[in-house]
């Protein structure tokens, strides 16, 4: 300490005060338009006025017409503008020329604890709290007044006969009408609109005030208020807290200032107040307020770099495709527990009827309000409402969609737009279902349909099916052919028609049921009763290295290269799943290009697992498990070529015992086998990789029973 006050030594000790006979009164003016070398100290003050509840002033000022730097033609013109050519007592300008101008303030802080007005004397510094702190700035409302003489001056010049208009005032017809109950959100609304904050100010009476110079003898007087007056009195006392605790009051460590937002209306957000969200957030306040984008603005809009995958990946969780491009959700719009703030009607009836008018733009570019009014049988104002936040209205055409199809979008994402038309397939059931009515309801007869921007799995189902039929008579042929030739020669091929489900020894199709449109005998180009044998090696598999038999005829290369990508990047699969992300494969591609897996059997796909460094890991299973079979038969990543590929082995090997495991087995198990290569970092990212956990027990992907 010592050498500390020797490095800072105390020069001088100052007393302060605290004045607080102006505490509630004083307000420091800022003239930012202005520089600090010229003051408005010997400009003649006309006259000032303040509303005290909103801190808002007025002052109004001379300007000195017999200035050189005054342009008097300007000036008389701005004049005739604003009073006319007439003379009386409520012109702006007496002298017919601008000899006035009048200085507005807004506050430059809503929070002003933090400072005061300070002023020195004989060795004390008294301080007073500042009220307020203003910055005026010139005010224009005398263009305003100029703008309605105008109009008045052309409504007088088109005249009229005011007889007849008061005619025609006495025949036209009184509607009467009865307000609805305010709803909480629409009271909300209101509150916060512009027109109510603007009638909220205006109810606020102005207090007109005398302006006195900085040489005036009064305001001689109240700057004697500025020093503390109770010099003597029992409130001043000694300062009892140490330098420490005073510098935590004057400077608080943790406590920081709250920013007070300015009331606005709702629908009101700055760019620079946006960027400083979370880009998920980002996405969903545009969408909500813009309601309709193509994905190109909606990048535009984001600041630079943003990256594109995330942003698809947030836009996916709040808007919809629509011809291409992006529409908010429904429940966005209207979340639970709030209503319709025109009808009173619930958000979730309000979701229903317009995800259907969404539906309905996803098969055509116009709809007709009567008809979509006639079956989600909402009130006309909801209905309306729906349109006009996507569609426009057309002369003779009903309601057009805003925006253009978006194709580019489409092609350069085909991922994204399938998976938004499997999801809309999803929403279309449900809208069957809940409205009575059907896709084909709404399509014209006869009409030629427009081609689509992508191939559903239907239509891969019919084109495959067509394609089976055309085939079937030269199967059949090929067949009786084999056949002769068989008893000279050996069987040179097989092809087996059946009407039964085909035995477990033999070359079995896959599952046909909806959830795998693609890996069944029609997806592939045949009938689902024909089934051609790709090889009698098929019938011998082997599991593991294990089996009995000769080794399977290759697999297509195609097929080869997606399952070995596949398992590199999910590592471990069950059956179910490797089937599912198969169909999706399928469905990416474009028509025709899956020629090469034409008649893929189940027993073809785990061969092909077997033959991809990858192994079928036997988990023992409870007895009464709710999985499917396919969900039972689990393959996993066995060789990749890393160093991790031993801490699997042994990971697969605990899951060989038991169908779950808890953490500290394995880490326990990790690290007596391999010490201190083991690491956590090592356990978390096995983990993260081969199993998913929940109640604190870890599974392996895919076998987590419900």
Not at 159 to 180: H, L
Not at 475 to 486: I, V
Not at 597 to 616: E, G, K, P
Not at 649 to 663: C, D, G, I, P, T
């Amino acid at each position: 300490m010592a050498s500390g006050e020797d490095d800072d030594p105390i020069v001088e000790e100052i007393d302060v005060y605290l004045a607080k006979s102006l505490a509630e009164k004083l307000y420091l003016f800022q003239y930012p338009v202005r520089p600090s070398t010229m003051t408005y100290d010997d400009v003649n003050h006309l006259s000032a006025k303040i509303k005290p509840k909103q801190q808002k002033v007025e002052l109004e000022m001379a300007i000195n017409t017999m200035s050189p730097n005054y342009c008097r033609s300007k000036g008389e013109q701005i004049s005739l503008n604003v009073d006319g050519t007439t003379y009386d007592e409520s012109n702006t300008y007496s002298v017919k020329m601008m000899d006035k101008q009048t200085f507005t303030s807004i506050q430059a802080t809503t929070n002003t604890s933090r400072y005061a007005a300070a002023v020195f004397r004989k060795g004390e510094l008294h301080i007073t709290p500042l009220q307020g702190i203003l910055q005026l700035r010139p005010s224009f409302s005398y263009l305003d007044k100029a703008d309605c003489k105008h109009r008045e001056r052309e409504a007088a010049s088109k005249g009229g006969d005011s007889s007849q208009d008061e005619a025609e005032d006495e025949v036209k017809a009184i509607t009467v009408r009865f307000s609805r109950p305010e709803s909480e959100q629409a009271r909300q609304r209101r509150t916060q609109s512009y027109d109510f904050l603007q009638k909220k100010q205006a109810e606020e009476p102005w207090a007109h005030l005398r302006y006195h110079g900085v040489r005036d003898g009064r305001s001689e007087h109240e700057r004697q208020y500025l020093f503390c007056q109770a010099m003597d009195g029992a409130e001043n006392s000694e300062l009892v807290q140490t330098s420490k605790e005073y510098l935590a009051v004057l400077m608080p460590p943790v406590a920081e200032e709250k920013v007070v937002v300015p009331v606005g209306p709702s629908n009101v957000f700055s760019m620079a107040q946006l960027r400083t969200l979370p880009l998920g957030d980002q996405v969903k306040r545009l969408m909500k307020n813009v309601k309709v984008m193509p994905f190109a603005n909606l990048m535009g809009l984001l600041a630079s770099g943003t990256d594109s995958t995330s942003v698809l990946r947030c836009i996916q969780q709040v808007a919809l495709l629509v011809q291409g491009n992006w529409v908010v959700k429904s429940d966005v719009l209207y979340p639970k527990s709030t209503c319709s703030p025109h009808s009173g009607v619930p958000a979730e009836i309000l979701c229903r009827g317009r995800d259907f008018v969404m539906w309905r733009f996803t098969l055509e570019r116009s709809v007709m309000r009567k008809e979509i009014a006639a079956v989600i049988k909402l009130p006309p104002e909801d209905v309306k409402e729906f349109l006009e936040q996507m569609a426009v209205p057309r002369v003779n055409r009903g309601w057009e969609f805003l925006l253009p199809s978006d194709t580019e979008f489409i092609k350069k994402h085909p991922d994204v737009a399938h998976r938004q038309h499997m999801l809309w397939l999803g929403i279309q059931s449900k809208l069957e279902k809940v409205f009575n009515v059907s896709k084909e309801d709404f399509m014209p007869k006869n009409a030629s349909q427009p081609d689509p921007m992508y191939l559903s799995g239907e239509q891969r189902l019919k084109t495959a099916q067509e394609r089976a039929r055309e085939n079937l008579p030269s199967l059949q042929k090929d067949h009786l052919n084999a056949k002769r030739q068989g008893g000279a020669g050996g069987p040179v091929g097989e092809v087996r028609v059946k009407q039964e489900p085909v035995s477990d020894g033999e070359s079995e199709l896959m599952d046909t049921s909806p959830s795998s449109p693609f890996l069944n005998g029609e997806a592939n180009g045949y009938p689902s009763s024909v089934s051609p044998a790709s090889s009698s090696a098929l019938d011998h598999r082997t599991t593991n290295g294990s089996g009995a038999g000769s080794p399977v005829t290759s697999p297509p290369p195609e097929l080869l290269d997606f399952v070995s990508k596949t398992f590199r990047k999910h590592v471990v699969l069950t059956l179910c799943e490797l089937k599912r992300l198969f169909n999706l494969h399928l469905a990416s591609m474009q028509p025709g290009g899956h020629t090469a897996f034409h008649a893929v059997s189940d027993r073809l796909l785990q061969d092909t697992v077997l033959l991809s460094q990858c192994r079928q890991i036997l988990v023992p299973f409870p007895a009464q498990t709710s999985l499917a079979p396919d969900e039972q038969k689990v393959f996993a990543l066995w060789e990749s070529g890393e160093t991790i590929d031993k801490h699997r082995r042994l990971l697969y090997e605990l899951f060989s015992k038991n169908y779950r495991v808890r953490r500290n087995v394995v880490q326990n198990r990790l690290a007596q086998e391999f010490g201190e290569d083991a690491t956590k970092a090592d356990t978390d990212r096995l983990l993260k990789e081969c199993c998913t956990v929940t109640g604190g027990m870890w599974y392996l992907k895919g076998t987590m029973q419900s």
